[in-house]
């Protein structure tokens, strides 16, 4: 086999826990842009898994362009309802028949997308308050033709890109909103599921602006909301504690004005519901992260499928090399950022350039290192074949 084209060098500039500013945001499971972020994939593994049942191989699709168009409610304390549902609009490629045969994927796909939103979301009657349309893109294919020839050819020119480790600051972020959408909502069911988390390090001091839809139905009156806002904070804060070394300040619903009676109160526990609207791929990039310090690709990740889409392909290998290459290290590398880039219709496991850019220790030379971090890219991409069977048991993220 053909030696892979992996160029290492030293990154420029400087690391990212000395820069003096720097700005993170995670958007979470129930923005309507995750939303749709996680019914692509969703719907992307049900047609996989629908394809190698019948097939024995995942044939092709691209499910990366769901849309939610948001709904119209009346959020109030102790009630509230929902007036008109918000819509799922699932649009992309499926391969929706093989030698003839028609296949179910309207019926695989809209209850993949049902299974997911139940899967995530508590206040939520999916099959009230929200209404679904599959728009996929019909196309015939013969079965012999699909993914055929000597190996696996990329599906475009595209590049993807990642980074490791995570600073003080990005960790923060994630595990907030990961605090906040599984442990918390669970104690308090006052919390909805659309959840943000912005994050804006100044030199030792880490600010945390936190966007959480409460549910008027759990609470009685404006005082159990500012109760339960405040509770957010210091929840938040004591959370933070455990993880950040820096000073770190929580506010929380800062839009609220509680001399005019405004407040983040919602029916369903998502902005959705009441003219939000959302797209897959504009939100958290596939380290599930907006990092706009570091390399970052506008790629939709989400619904590409996992087998010669690049789009997806890249962006999460490059993740997770550069997670493994730190990891390696042991010490003797501070921060790596790997980009690949493919060319239309050559081999998967043969990007035209795999770069990767290393921030060594103070005292640690390049050399010592790069050959150690080109053999771990050199491995992942050789193992490019089994991204497939790792994002069907989930054990990659996209957002």
């Known amino acids: 086999m053909a030696k ?18 720097e700005l993170v945001e995670r958007k ?7 939303i749709c972020d996680g019914i692509s994939e969703a719907v992307s593994r049900a047609l996989s898994q629908m394809y190698k049942d019948r097939f024995g191989r995942i044939l092709h699709h691209n499910t990366d362009e769901t849309h939610v168009i948001g709904g119209e409610a009346e959020p109030a304390f102790g009630g509230g309802k929902v007036i008109a549902p918000a819509t799922v609009v699932l649009v992309g490629r499926a391969t929706t028949k093989v030698d003839g045969q028609v296949l179910p994927y309207e019926e695989v796909t809209i209850r993949a997308a049902k299974e997911y939103l139940k899967g995530i979301v508590s206040h939520v009657d999916v099959q009230k308050d929200l209404k679904f349309e599959c728009r996929l893109g019909q196309g015939s294919v ?20 990642g980074f490791a480790p995570l600073s003080e600051t990005e960790n923060l972020v994630l595990q907030t909103e990961k ?15 659309d959840v943000k988390v ?13 966007a959480a839809a409460l549910v008027g139905k759990e609470l009685k009156d404006k005082n159990e909301y500012e109760n339960v806002r405040e509770d957010i904070r210091l929840k938040v804060l004591d959370n933070a504690s455990k993880i950040a070394k820096r000073k770190v300040v929580v506010h929380v619903n800062t839009g609220d004005d509680v001399k005019r009676g405004v407040y983040y109160l919602t029916v369903t526990g998502l902005s959705m519901e009441n003219g939000d609207d959302g797209s897959t791929g504009r ?10 310090y570091r390399p970052m690709s506008l790629e939709a990740a989400s619904g590409k499928n996992p087998v010669n889409h690049v789009g997806k392909i890249y962006n999460v290998l490059a993740n997770q090399i550069s997670a493994d290459i730190v990891k390696e290290a042991g010490g003797n590398v501070k921060e790596v950022h790997t980009r690949i880039l493919s060319q239309i219709g050559k081999p998967v496991d043969q990007p035209q350039i795999a770069t990767l850019s290393i921030l060594t220790a103070e005292g640690v030379s390049q050399a010592s290192v790069q050959k150690n971090a080109e053999a771990v890219a050199d491995a992942w991409l050789a193992k490019a074949h089994t991204v497939p069977e790792l994002m069907l048991a989930q054990k990659f993220t996209t957002f």
């Open 4 to 21: 892979r084209n992996i160029e290492a060098e030293p990154l420029k500039y400087g690391y990212i826990e000395e820069r003096p500013v």
């Open 28 to 34: 979470g499971i129930g923005h309507p842009d995750s």
């Open 142 to 161: 013969d079965l012999r033709g699909v993914f055929a020839g000597d190996g696996i050819l990329a599906n475009d020119t595209s590049f993807g890109c």
């Open 179 to 193: 605090f906040l959408t599984t442990q918390y909502k669970h104690k308090v069911r006052a919390l909805g599921e």
């Open 198 to 210: 912005m994050g804006c390090r100044r030199d030792d001091t880490i600010t945390l602006t936190i």
């Open 283 to 292: 939100g958290n990039r596939a380290n599930g992260l907006i990092t706009p």
